[in-house]
Each structure stands twice: as structure tokens, then as C-alpha cells.
């Protein structure tokens, strides 16, 4: 079992930044498959960054040049720093871990695992 607590969010102006992080218990996040999704209202959710177990990185084209996912093994914790921030990134992002199924991208694939999620408003 593995619980996520999601924190960082909040309201900022666009070009603003933020840093979101997931401080994850029950197991470590160096030896498991993390990743951040977020959904805005009336959306699918979307992947958004993806971790592996050796630190590469995924990321969904928008996103691509402004958010750096990345993880510190000692605090457990994952990060998504998010730069350059536009309105269409206002959505509720969600820590997600423990890829159980494989759909062609770690973002488009299954977890196990979902933090409650933490808002990000960009006006």
C-alpha cells in the first residue's frame, strides 16, 4: 500500500511558477513508477509527467521546456516544478504511483495509486 499527499498548488499569475510535490509512505519512490496527471473541469484527465525507477523523464508535448518532474529518494517526495505557467494549466493535479498496466506511454497508463490532488490556477 502506498498513500500520496499532494501540496503546492495555488493561484498565480501566468508566467508565474509553482512546485508541486507528493510525499509518498508504504514504499519508496525510487523503486516504483510515479507520475503527475492533472484534469481541468469538463476535461479528461491528461498525463502530464512521468517518472521510471532510474530517474528518466516523460513529458506530454504542452508541457514540454516548462515543468521538470523529478524525485528526492531521501525525502521520498516527487516534484513537478512548473514554469512559465498559462491558463490552460489551471487544473486539479493529481500524484499518481505503482504503473500497473502499460498503454504505449506512462502517461496514458494505469496506476495503482492516486494522491487527493492539489488545484493550480493560472489567470
Known amino acids: 500500500q502506498v498513500q500520496l499527499v499532494e501540496s503546492g498548488g495555488g493561484s498565480v499569475q501566468a508566467g508565474g511558477s509553482l512546485r508541486l510535490s507528493c510525499a509518498a509512505s508504504g514504499d519508496t519512490v525510487g523503486s516504483i513508477y510515479m507520475a503527475w496527471f492533472r484534469q481541468a473541469p469538463g476535461k479528461e484527465r491528461e498525463g502530464v509527467a512521468a517518472i521510471d525507477r532510474a530517474g528518466s523523464p516523460t513529458y506530454t508535448y504542452s508541457v514540454m521546456g516548462r515543468f521538470t518532474i523529478s524525485k528526492d529518494n531521501v525525502q521520498n517526495t516527487l516534484y513537478l516544478q512548473m514554469n512559465d505557467l498559462k491558463p490552460e494549466d489551471t487544473a486539479m493535479y493529481y500524484c499518481?504511483?505503482?504503473?500497473?498496466?502499460?498503454?504505449?506511454?506512462?502517461?496514458?497508463?494505469?496506476?495503482?495509486?492516486w494522491g487527493q490532488g492539489t488545484q493550480v490556477t493560472v489567470s
Open positions: 499518481a504511483a505503482y504503473l500497473t498496466t502499460w498503454r504505449q506511454s506512462p502517461l496514458t497508463s494505469e496506476y495503482k495509486f
